[in-house]
């Protein structure tokens, strides 16, 4: 039998990969190799840069349980200040030397013969190939860019750019702008870019709930405090309760817990109360329930169409021509830049992960998943494709912070790892019966969510897959985290005898 390049390789260098790796290494699971695309760590917080970007959970829940910083500048941090922060645990945690960056992988192909995945990669010296035992793929779901399916979006013969790929190097001041989209990244944009564009053209498919933000800067008085015995613990405490009352517990439990109900009349009254004009409002005005889709969170988006150099079209769009965009009614929007908020591609199975698995017998992950629906147990693992871990896997994520998710599944992996070495297997692999049970639960307990309530049909959430399922998990980050702990080893086989 091969012996592989590595033990394990995790692909990606944001927070799930930096999470996995520092999992890894307190476990003296060391012999890992992270495999990054970007010139630098961070993830969505590396490709993300465009004016006004900033979390919309809470700083004191948007960070590592082990790694709490007491230097946020903001209650809700700039995507600059995550950066730095993703940029402080790498090297705290002496994971540099471990990462190649510039490293895109394209394919992942296990070599059943050999018990090892085979990984094709491009560098900036040319391709390349490396083995490992263990596959992690801890690429994020904001990162891949998703263009909009509009005829003629290659003509437009100004300047066109994607949120997800700023380009800084475009003087915006003066110019006429449309912008495609009204999703969480537009919510930042538009507000920011309003105040020094001639024209501002914002064409909306559905409206987003809005809802202000507790945004304010943190004062030397307030960091000190988390300097404090408890203090920290305090503010996180109170943090996590906020974040799990707001989404998970209402979006997840919804038939019990109305919540909801309560956030729509709130954002309502929000919107009424920040935009004058009674029809802009009602263009503004969403028709399905809070929770159907992500919702935003900023003090002066919905205020901002209150400009007069600041127009909402709500016409579905035509094409896109070399002079802007022209709507079905025949209206030619001219614009000299043209932004797509249009988001990310979070549920497509051929991007998730970012390269092509093939599993034992040729098994193409993306073709199983359009046959047998979106699945991984526990959100980490998938039968029938040994060694091969996920940490954002289908039925994983319990829409708190993403850090509870790294941590949950960084521990599950752990664990199987972990019992790989006691048994001194060189295969792991759920079993069909586990994963079966799992995904059961999962379509059992789906019918509280508030997915599944008929307004959500409205919402064009990219929630839903191409199945019309809502991958996401059913369960409070509690009993998430109490079950990467907890769940039975035995759910694996394990198998082969290592040197």
């Given at each position: 039998m091969v012996t592989p390049d590595r033990d394990t390789v995790i692909v990606g260098a944001g927070f799930s990969g930096i999470g996995t790796a520092v999992g890894l290494d307190r476990r003296g699971l060391g012999d890992y190799l992270i495999l990054e695309a970007a010139d630098g760590p961070g993830g969505t917080w590396h490709w993300n840069t465009y004016p006004g970007i900033a979390v919309d959970i809470p700083s004191f829940s948007y960070q590592f349980s082990f790694e709490q910083s007491t230097a946020w500048s903001r209650t809700y941090a700039r995507g600059a200040e995550l950066k730095d922060y993703a940029r402080r645990c790498v090297d705290k945690y002496g994971l540099r030397p471990k990462i190649r960056f510039g490293t895109t992988v394209r394919s992942a192909t296990f070599d059943d013969a050999q018990g090892v995945w085979r990984l094709s990669l491009d560098t900036p010296a040319g391709p390349d190939s490396l083995t490992t035992r263990f596959l992690v793929n801890a690429g994020g779901a904001l990162t891949v860019p998703k263009l909009p399916d509009i005829a003629g979006i290659d003509s437009f013969a100004g300047v066109t750019m994607h949120t997800a790929r700023w380009d800084h190097g475009q003087d915006l001041r003066g110019k006429r702008v449309a912008i495609i989209g009204t999703g969480a990244s537009a919510v930042q944009v538009i507000p920011e870019i309003a105040p020094i564009v001639a024209r501002l053209t914002v064409f909306q498919r559905t409206p987003i709930w809005c809802f202000p933000k507790f945004d304010v800067p943190l004062p030397a008085a307030a960091r000190a405090l988390m300097r404090l015995p408890f203090g920290m613990a305090v503010q996180r405490l109170l943090s996590q309760a906020y974040v799990e009352l707001t989404f998970p517990l209402a979006a997840q439990y919804f038939t019990v817990n109305p919540m909801a109900k309560r956030m729509g009349r709130i954002g309502l009254a929000y919107l009424r109360k920040q935009v004058q004009d009674p029809v802009l409002r009602d263009k503004l005005?969403?028709?399905?329930?809070?929770?159907?889709?992500?919702?935003?969170?900023?003090?002066?988006?919905?205020?901002?169409?209150?400009?007069?150099?600041?127009?909402?079209?709500?016409?579905?769009?035509?094409?896109?021509?070399?002079?802007?965009?022209?709507?079905?009614?025949?209206?030619?929007?001219?614009?000299?830049?043209?932004?797509?908020?249009?988001?990310?591609?979070?549920?497509?199975?051929?991007?998730?992960?970012?390269?092509?698995?093939?599993?034992?017998?040729?098994?193409?992950?993306?073709?199983?998943w359009d046959e047998h629906r979106l699945q991984a147990y526990e959100g980490v693992s998938i039968p029938g494709f040994p060694n091969f871990f996920t940490v954002f896997g289908p039925y994983g994520y319990v829409g708190s912070s993403y850090f509870a998710l790294i941590e949950a599944q960084t521990r599950h992996i752990v664990r199987c790892l972990e019992a790989a070495r006691r048994r001194r297997a060189t295969r792991v692999e759920v079993r069909p019966e586990a994963n079966d049970r799992y995904f059961a639960e999962m379509m059992r307990k789906r019918h509280r969510q508030i997915f599944w309530q008929n307004s959500c049909r409205l919402a064009n959430s990219y929630y839903f897959d191409q199945h019309g399922d809502v991958p996401l998990r059913p369960a409070s980050t509690v009993e998430a985290y109490w079950r990467s702990k907890r769940f039975p080893i035995d759910d694996y086989r394990f198998s082969g005898q290592s040197r």
């Open positions: 005005t969403p028709r399905y329930a809070v929770g159907c889709k992500r919702p935003g969170f900023h003090n002066t988006y919905l205020a901002t169409f209150n400009r007069d150099n600041v127009e909402l079209v709500t016409e579905p769009i035509e094409a896109v021509t070399g002079a802007g965009v022209a709507t079905v009614e025949g209206a030619l929007h001219e614009a000299d830049v043209l932004i797509l908020a249009t988001g990310f591609k979070v549920l497509d199975p051929d991007h998730v992960p970012t390269f092509r698995v093939t599993g034992p017998g040729g098994v193409d992950l993306a073709r199983f």
